[in-house]
Every structure is written in C-alpha cells, then in structure tokens.
C-alpha cells in the first residue's frame, strides 16, 4: 500500500512538473506579443521618444536583458512594432477593395482608408514616417509590408491600364509619390498635430486631381 501512495504522489508530482512546464512554455512563446504590446502602449501615451527597453522592460514585466533574447536591438524592435499594425490593416485593405469596382472609387477608398489609419495610430505611422524609414530600411520588416501595401495601388493602375482607363504612358512610381505623398504631408500638418481634418472631403478632392491627370 505504501508502495501504492509512493507511485500516486510521484505521479502527481509529473503532472504538476509538466504542468508548470507547459505553462512556462505557453509564457515564453506570448513573450514576444507582450514586448509589442507594450511598447505600443507607450509609443502611444508618450511617442517614439519616451520609448526606452528600459520603460518597456517595466511596462512589460520583464528584465531588459529579456527583450534581447527576442529581439536583436531596439530598430529591430521597432519594425516589429509596425509590422504587427501594417499586417491586419493590410489584409483588410486587401479584402475591402475587391468590393470597389471602378477606378475613381478605388482610389477614394485607398486614400480614406490611409487617412483613418493615420488618425486611429498617429504614433505608430510617426514612428514609421520619421524613424523607420531612414534607417536600415531596405529590406526591413517596415520595409516588406510597405511594398505589399504599395502593391494594392499598383495593382489597381496596371489593372485600369488594360482595361484602358488609364494612360499606356503613367509613370507609376511617380504617381505613387503623388498619391501616397499629398496624403502623408497633409496628415503631418493636421493629424499628427492633432488639428481637424475632413478627411472624407481632402480624399475627395485629392482624387479627383490625380484621377484628371491619369485617365485615358
């Protein structure tokens, strides 16, 4: 009977042991969303220069030389950081668009929807449009879901092109500054400082100077 408890208990004790394990395990994958999330949490409240691992160590639960078992330096960090933004709005841009039809919505949609992205995040896109893309960029994380983003409006263009919507001679990447550009600075001199903006009008208008000089 003795021998019979012994058995129990030891079984006991490995459920409990792996138990433990599993649980730590589980922890330690999370770890790296939990660094994210923090440091979202203050690039929002403070923006990029209230952002040390220092305060995100605190703010996470961690030691310092954690964040450094994930994460290679601080830039790295930070592209990460974008990158977890940019993806889902990404999909669902990607998504939504497939509901517009004609070239003019299409371009509305993209430019409305780039502008509420500013105004829901305006750390996160700061941090991109002033840090990230300066920096190491090529190649990066910031770097790849840009070019898919840019691939959306590309897509469009080369689409209305065989369709003959839009002239055989645009110049994309030009248009794409123009495009992308005009909205950027408008959201650095109103969004970003926190000043009104109608974005559904500025879209509106925006467009409908780009769309005069493209269409066939």
Same mark, same amino acid.
């Given at each position: ?17 792996? #138990? ?13 969303? *939990?660094?994210?999330?923090? #440091? ?11 952002? !040390?691992?220092? =305060? ?25 950081? @974008?990158?977890?933004?940019? *993806? ?11 509901? @517009? ?27 991109? &449009? ?5 920096? =190491?960029?090529?190649? !990066? *994380? ?25 002239? *055989? !001679? ?16 408008? #959201? ?20 409908? &100077? ?7």
């Amino acid at each position: 009977m003795g021998r019979s408890v012994k058995n129990q208990l030891s079984e006991s004790n490995i459920k409990a042991i792996s #138990s433990h394990q599993n649980a730590w395990k589980r922890r330690k994958s999370s770890r790296p969303k *939990e660094i994210i999330e923090a #440091s979202k949490r203050i690039l929002e409240e403070g923006g990029i220069n209230d952002l !040390s691992m220092v =305060k995100i160590s605190k703010a996470a639960g961690i030691s310092e030389a954690t964040i450094y078992k994930y994460f290679d330096n601080k830039q790295d960090l930070l592209n990460q950081i @974008v990158n977890e933004w940019f *993806e889902p709005f990404i999909e669902k841009t990607e998504k939504d668009i497939q509901e @517009v039809t004609d070239l003019y919505s299409r371009l509305l949609f993209l430019a409305i929807r780039y502008l509420e992205g500013m105004k829901a995040t305006p750390k996160i896109h700061k941090l991109f &449009i002033k840090e990230l893309r300066w920096e =190491k960029y090529k190649d !990066s *994380e910031a770097h790849i879901v840009k070019k898919r983003y840019s691939k959306i409006l590309k897509n469009i263009i080369e689409n209305s092109i065989e369709i003959g919507e839009v002239k *055989e !001679s645009l110049n994309f990447p030009v248009f794409e500054s123009q495009f992308y550009g005009g909205l950027e600075h408008l #959201s650095l001199r109103t969004i970003m400082i926190n000043r009104t903006i109608n974005i559904g009008k500025y879209s509106s208008d925006h467009v409908d &100077i780009l769309y005069a000089g493209i269409k066939k």
